[in-house]
C-alpha cells in the first residue's frame, strides 16, 4: 500500500500509477491477516525445538520405564554352589570309608558324598539365589550331626568338620540297604540297586522320608546280621519280602524315577 503523501513524487518519477485504495474496512481485515500469518511463522519456530524437546522427554521416560523391565526378563547366570570340606569322625574316632553324608536344606534333602579313607569328605552343594540364607544340616550314616550352616551361594568352608554321637551298631554295612544285603548275600544286584534309587529320588527328597530313612539304618544293622548268619532267614525275607517290593519299584519306576 502506497500513503497518499508519496503518490505525487512516484507520479514524476515513474509515470501514471494506478492505485487501488481500498476501504478502511479491507485496509483493517489486510493488516490483521498480515500480523497473524507473521504469528504463525514465529510459533513454528519456537515451536521447532519445543517439540523436539518433548519428543527427547518421551525417549528419555520410555527408556527409564521399559529397560529395567527387559533387563528383569533376562536371565541370571546359576548360582554358584556353597563348598565344603572337612572331617567326619565320632565321640569315639573316625568314621568308616564309604559312609555317607548327606545334606539337607530345610529338612529337605539335596546331595550326599561318600566318607574317604582319611575320614575326610567334599561336598559341593548347589541351590538357587532364593536359598541364600536357608540352613543346611547334616547326617553322617543316617544319624544326625551336630553343626548347621547357613547356605550362601559362592562361598568356601574348607574346615567345616562334621561330627555325630556314634553311628548305628553295625556300621560297617557302610549305609547302605542292610536287610536286603544280608538276603541277597551281596550289595551288588540290580535289586538292591533299584532299592538304592528308590531310597536317593523319592524317600530323601522330602524330610519325612529322609526321618524314616534314618531310622531304618539305625535299627536294620543288627536285623541284618541275624538274617546274614542263617541260610533259611534270608531265603524268606528275600522271597516274601524283598522280592514283592522290587517288583513293585520296578513296575512303577517310570512314576518315581528321577528323568532330569
Partial sequence: MIPWSGRSELQETYGEIGVQVLPVKDRCELEMK??????NWRGRRVGRPVGALGLLLALVLLAIIVLPAYGQDDEMPPAIPHYFA???STSSGSVPEGTVVQAFRDGAYVIDTTVTSNSTYVLVVPG???DDGKILSF???GVQASQTVAWHYGEIDENFDLTI???PDGSWFPFDCFIATAAYGTETTEEINLLREFRDVVM?????GSELVSLYYQVSPPIAEVISQHAFLRTAIR???IDPIVAILDW???LWSDTD
Fill in 34 to 39: 498480515e500480523q497473524i500469518t507473521g504469528s
Fill in 86 to 88: 572337612g572331617t567326619v
Fill in 128 to 130: 538357587e539365589y532364593s
Fill in 139 to 141: 547326617t553322617v550314616g
Fill in 165 to 167: 554321637s556314634s553311628l
Fill in 204 to 208: 530323601l527328597a522330602s524330610s519325612a
Fill in 239 to 241: 522271597v516274601g519280602f
Fill in 252 to 254: 512303577s519306576h517310570a
